[in-house]
């Protein structure tokens, strides 16, 4: 374990079957058709990536990068860095996030691409805070609901580190900058 993880969440096994029941859940759902997945940067990555090379149906891969965090604190405030490269009009989405937290992102990213008229839209997130949320979101596909913790690994980072540990853990209290302990 990584000297500044207290505690791991959800080990590399449980998430590597996790994903590769999600998968499944979308090959089957989405059968004979081509779904455009939507890779929320760059806490996504990661789980976009496995979710992909578990498929069994065609599909499409953009990104789009937005930014409403520092540190460990959210914002609030959604911020589009990176716009998608590809028309949405008249394709099957899936929008593939890290985390649904405040679900403030999530809902954004429901609004933005409505106005781009695609066929269809789902939400396919790996980790999910209900005792976070701000705003109601409807997630499709859901790997684990996670309790109300800072966390890291497979993607999800703390000021760019962390996003190679293969598992979500939790960060020390001692690991996280004193700046953003205080409110
Ligand atoms: P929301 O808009 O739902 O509050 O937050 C979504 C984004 O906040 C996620 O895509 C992720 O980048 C960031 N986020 C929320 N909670 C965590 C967390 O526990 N760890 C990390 N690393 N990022 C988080």
């Known amino acids: 374990m990584h000297r500044n993880i207290e505690e791991i969440l959800i080990t590399e096994e449980e998430i590597r079957k996790r994903v590769r029941e999600l998968s ?18 760059k806490g996504s990555f990661v789980f976009l990536s496995d979710i992909l090379k578990n498929l069994t149906i065609d ?5 789009i990068g937005l930014s409403s965090y520092e540190g460990t604190k959210s914002t609030g405030i959604v911020r589009t860095v990176l716009d ?5 009009q008249d394709k099957d989405v899936i929008i ?4 649904v937290d405040s679900g403030l992102t999530a809902n954004y990213l429901i609004h933005n691409f409505r106005t781009r008229r695609p066929k269809s839209i789902r939400i396919c997130t790996l980790l999910d805070k209900p ?3 701000k705003i109601y979101v409807p997630v499709k596909y859901k790997g684990f609901s996670i309790p109300n913790k800072f966390v890291v690994g497979y993607g999800l980072d703390y000021n760019e580190n ?16 004193k700046e953003d302990l205080c409110q």
């Open 131 to 133: 005792a976070a949320r």
């Open 84 to 88: 998608l490269k590809e028309n949405i």
């Open 24 to 41: 499944q859940r979308i090959s089957k759902d989405y059968k004979d058709r081509c779904v455009t997945f939507i890779g929320v940067l």
């Open 96 to 99: 593939v996030e890290d985390i």
């Open 59 to 63: 599909c499409n891969v953009d990104f």
């Open 162 to 177: 962390y996003r190679n540990l293969p598992y979500i853990g939790v960060l020390k209290k001692s690991a996280i900058k």
